[in-house]
């Protein structure tokens, strides 16, 4: 299991960013995959980005060139810079690191797009 900390989520205007931070309590080093997943009222949790241990990424097509993800290995941390957000952006968004075969959840930061 793996301890992971979110920070950084809050309330936007339409076309902002905002960057979410999470923080691993083991070295990632050891985390096969670290990523984001979110969840809108209403709607089924999604992925949003993933970023492997050799550094490849993927995304969400909605998401594609808005949001970046990055992992800081010296800080156990992987970053989601969000820019040009939109109101169907809003949602719970929640920090996953896989060790397999586990999968370990953050405790999830709310985004809130609205002008």
């Known amino acids: 299991q793996v301890q992971l900390v979110e920070s950084g989520g809050g309330l936007v205007q339409p076309g902002g960013s905002l960057r979410l931070s999470c923080a691993a309590s083991?070295?990632?080093?050891?985390?096969?995959?670290m990523g984001w997943y979110r969840q809108a009222p209403g709607k089924q949790r999604e992925l949003v980005a993933l970023?492997?241990?050799?550094?490849?990424?993927n995304y969400a097509d909605s998401v594609k060139g808005r949001f970046t993800i990055s992992r800081d290995n010296a800080k156990n941390t992987v970053y989601l810079q969000m820019n040009s957000l939109k109101p169907e952006d809003t949602a719970v968004y929640y920090c996953?690191?896989?060790?397999?075969?586990?999968?370990?959840w953050g405790q999830g930061t709310q985004v809130t797009v609205s002008s």
């Open positions: 083991r070295n990632i080093f050891v985390i096969n995959a």
């Open positions: 970023v492997s241990r050799d550094g490849s990424t």
């Open positions: 996953i690191a896989d060790v397999l075969p586990s999968r370990s």
